[in-house]
């Protein structure tokens, strides 16, 4: 690698590597904002919904104390709060379901980009090792390719500060959850008509044994287990799926355990493997797990 070729390749590298990281920071800047006005919004729902349930079992006085303790500090955010608890009888919890359908979509959008935008960052560091090993490689180094190489090392160490920055997260099933609080049900067709049906055989077979009235564990046994939604459309299968991801990633213990599950499922036939990764987040070594040991049935 001449001179010339090393002043281009380094200018090259530069200018993506710098836009990437550019744009990786306003869409999570983007992201984060718009996430938190989705997650406020969710918020000011499930209040609005809490303090009419208990509009229903408190004296006005009492109801009223309870409003204006709520309302301390949220007043300027909360018109929706106030309006419905002193010009309504109740509220739906259907209402906040409705909204977490509405911006599902936009969410997924949201962390899809995301993840395209990781992935760039990371081929990146793959593009930066390689000039890196090539520059090093040279016998002899001047002025010139140890700038470039001081160049490159802030490159990466850029590149994987940014890599450290996280898109928010929504725990949607906690919110659809709020349906069965205590010992809430709701009616067969008011569960039925959130979803988008799966019109197989099997599936309405499955919504045909359903009962009349749905708790919580028959509600996730539909979605999640049973997958009675359209396979195109299982946007409440797909909530619930996510947050379980979400709560994996956070929890070593329940990433533990739900390995262990996979493995008893399938006996151990299942090959599990582990990558190590190096400085530039690029994978060198993929080793197979060793299969637990099992005691044989007679």
Known sequence: MNAIQLRNDLLTIQSKIRDDITSFHHHVFYGNKTILTWEETIYEKMMTYLLMMNKKEMSPEGFKELLEQTMQ????????????????????????????????SQYKKLHRQFKRLRAKLIDDLGELKTLIECIKAKPKKNKRTMQALETLYDLHYQTLEALTIELGTIDF????????????????????????LDRSKRSQETIRNLPERIDRDTFLDAVFVDKIEDEWNDTFGEMIFDSVMIAKDRDPELRKRMLDKIDEIFEGKLPMYKATYDEYLQPVKLERMKPKLRLVKK
């Open 73 to 104: 500090g949220r007043e300027q955010k909360w018109h929706m709060v106030r309006y419905y608890a002193e010009n309504a009888d109740s509220y739906s919890i259907f209402n906040v379901i409705v909204y977490l359908k509405r911006i599902w």
């Open 173 to 196: 099933r906690k919110y659809l959850e709020y349906m069965f609080i205590g010992d809430a049900t709701i009616s067969k067709n008011e569960f039925l008509s959130l979803l988008n």
